[in-house]
């Protein structure tokens, strides 16, 4: 089982999540900042509580569907937690 409290970033998760931030900021930093931070906020519960997501169609991946902000969060478990593998808008078709 996962160790608790563990959460690591894909390269490509990090870049989705600053995309996400200077998006929004472009017209509002504030707005910007809460958002990011709710979605790091969710993030962090995920090592206590792996199976807050969804099973996604890809096999011992997660996705976790955010409602209070447009955003998929994908996840798998990893010895030391979770992985984060993509933040994605749900416009967005995604893979």
């Not at 989705?16 to 931030?21: E, N």
């Not at 509002?28 to 790091?40: F, L």
């Not at 519960?45 to 209070?68: D, E, F, I, N, Q």
Request: hydrophobic share 35%; glycine share 4%; charged share 25%.
């Amino acid at each position: 089982m996962a160790a608790p409290g563990r959460v690591e970033w894909s390269p490509r998760a990090l870049r989705d999540l600053v995309a996400i931030y200077r998006t929004t900021a472009a017209d509002n930093t504030r707005a910007a900042t809460d958002q990011t931070e709710h979605v790091i906020e969710r993030i962090e519960a995920l090592p206590t509580h792996p199976r807050m997501g969804k099973a996604s169609h890809w096999p011992g991946r997660r996705v976790l569907v955010l409602t209070r902000y447009p955003y998929s969060i994908y996840y798998r478990r990893s010895r030391s937690g979770v992985r984060v593998l993509r933040v994605v808008h749900q416009r967005r078709r995604f893979p």
